[in-house]
């Protein structure tokens, strides 16, 4: 089969190359990728992440059922699947507790094992979720990082009905599935962004960053956000903590823009804040996703094909974009 391979740090050392098709192991399934999803983690793993051999990157990818092995019993040739991106052992005490992202033993796809950007990828059956047959693939590419970890990050904030939530960058891969599931538990969204498109996802009220806390200030009566959510890092940081009121909640898990903050302590107790860290999401939440992928949509940027998988990852940082970037297989 081809694959897209890095053998080293560096757009330049990421070729597509003839290589062995996979085995398909007792309790596996064999998927024919259809459709990937570029998100931050994989512009990491191709200049960031030490590569020590050969690997195929790719952290979120959706596709086809091909082949079964031995003992599986829930999927069967042809079923649409999205895939749990991790690996899990299912036996630390953080599996145990129903928090696998945080498995002792576990690990990204693309940075511990290869990723999707190959024509099939053998998984394990409990990474692999049937889909409604109404999702599409752009969508299916779109849940197992974008959607399951703003989904993941509104769980760990317990956003109530009727609270205000902030989304900060409002209009990126995670922002966009944050308003949607934030709708869906009965908030009043507000997004920070400067794409007014994003009042098709859930916003109800679209800011921009340079008058951001007068106006959370005007539309919340002085009242200020329960829930912030922080998906850019440190150049935003401070700012979406400003936007907080009493009691209220910030939760991050990006670190695009950096990875340094400042935090005004006083500010901290005396409105008695929340801050919250957040990683992907469990197995339950991303069943739960799924389930929910039926009432779910997706801004696409730009399409590339399987040949274009270089222009694609150019393309993923620049300023122009708006919307995701899906490479189809």
């Known amino acids: 089969m081809k694959a897209w391979v890095l053998s080293k740090n560096g757009i330049d050392n990421l070729n597509l190359k003839e290589v062995e098709k996979p085995e398909v192991k007792e309790g596996q399934v064999l998927v024919k990728v259809k459709a990937l999803g570029l998100n931050p983690v994989d512009s990491m793993v191709i200049d960031l992440i030490p590569v020590n051999a050969e690997r195929i990157p790719g952290a979120e990818f959706a596709g086809e059922i091909e082949e079964v092995g031995q003992d599986v019993k829930e999927l069967k040739k042809g079923d649409k699947v999205?895939?749990?991106n991790r690996y899990f052992d299912g036996t630390c005490s953080y599996c145990k507790s129903g928090n696998e992202m945080l498995c002792d033993n576990g690990y990204i796809f693309s940075i511990g094992s290869n990723g999707g950007l190959a024509e099939y990828v053998a998984v394990d059956q409990k990474n692999a979720l049937k889909l409604p047959d109404s999702v599409d693939f752009e969508l299916a590419a779109s849940l197992p990082v974008a959607a399951l970890t703003s989904y993941n990050a509104l769980e760990r904030a317990k956003v109530q009905k009727n609270?205000?939530?902030?989304?900060?960058?409002?209009?990126?891969?995670?922002?966009?599935?944050?308003?949607?599931?934030?709708?869906?538990?009965g908030t009043k969204t507000i997004a920070i962004s400067s794409k007014d498109w994003v009042k098709d996802f859930g916003a109800d009220y679209v800011i921009g960053y340079e008058n951001a806390l007068e106006e959370v200030k005007k539309i919340t009566n002085s009242k200020m956000a329960d829930v912030v959510v922080e998906s850019i890092?440190?150049?935003?940081?401070e700012l979406g903590y400003s936007l907080l009121g009493k009691n209220g909640r910030m939760v991050a898990f990006g670190t695009e823009t950096g990875s340094n903050a400042k935090i005004d302590i006083s500010q901290l107790y005396s409105k008695q804040l929340s801050l919250l860290g957040s990683t992907g999401g469990s197995i339950r939440q991303f069943s739960a996703v799924v389930n929910k992928s039926k009432d779910l949509k997706v801004k696409v940027w730009k399409k590339f094909n399987f040949q274009e998988v270089k222009d694609a990852f150019k393309e993923n940082n620049s300023k122009e974009k708006n919307g995701r970037i899906i490479i189809e297989i």
Not at 163 to 170: D, K
Not at 233 to 237: C, D, I, L, S, V
């Open 82 to 84: 999205s895939i749990y």
């Open 163 to 185: 609270e205000f939530v902030v989304v900060v960058g409002a209009s990126g891969n995670t922002g966009i599935f944050a308003l949607q599931f934030a709708k869906m538990l």
């Open 233 to 237: 890092g440190e150049k935003f940081w």
